[in-house]
């Protein structure tokens, strides 16, 4: 099955950005949905973006205009660009591919922190 590796957590300041990557162990197929989950202490995971078979993305209200999902086919990874992040956004971020039929993988996660 697939395998996902999320990396490019860490620790940064209120303002800052973040790259978050997301490895796949096999070829991402173009009729894959590609999406990003966080999770806060105490808190359901919870949707903040994904992009799907068809190309389109969509974004949480919460990140609109200060987060991006892509692609990048050639190294078989998805991207979250994080811009202005706030404290709020403190959580563990889970990478998440869907296949059309529903069958769905996680990665493990990947702890970001925003800091004053």
């Known amino acids: 099955q697939v395998q996902l590796v999320e990396s490019g957590g860490g620790l940064v300041q209120a303002g800052g950005s973040l790259r978050l990557s997301c490895a796949a162990s096999?070829?991402?197929?173009?009729?894959?949905?590609m999406g990003w989950y966080r999770q806060a202490p105490g808190k359901q995971r919870e949707l903040v973006a994904d992009i799907t078979s068809a190309g389109s993305t969509n974004y949480v209200g919460a990140v609109k205009g200060r987060f991006t999902v892509s692609r990048d086919s050639a190294k078989n990874t998805v991207y979250l660009q994080m811009n202005s992040l706030k404290l709020e956004d403190t959580a563990v971020y889970y990478c998440n591919l869907v296949r059309p039929w529903g069958l769905s993988f996680w990665g493990h996660g990947t702890q970001v922190t925003v800091s004053s």
């Open positions: 096999e070829t991402i197929l173009s009729i894959d949905t």
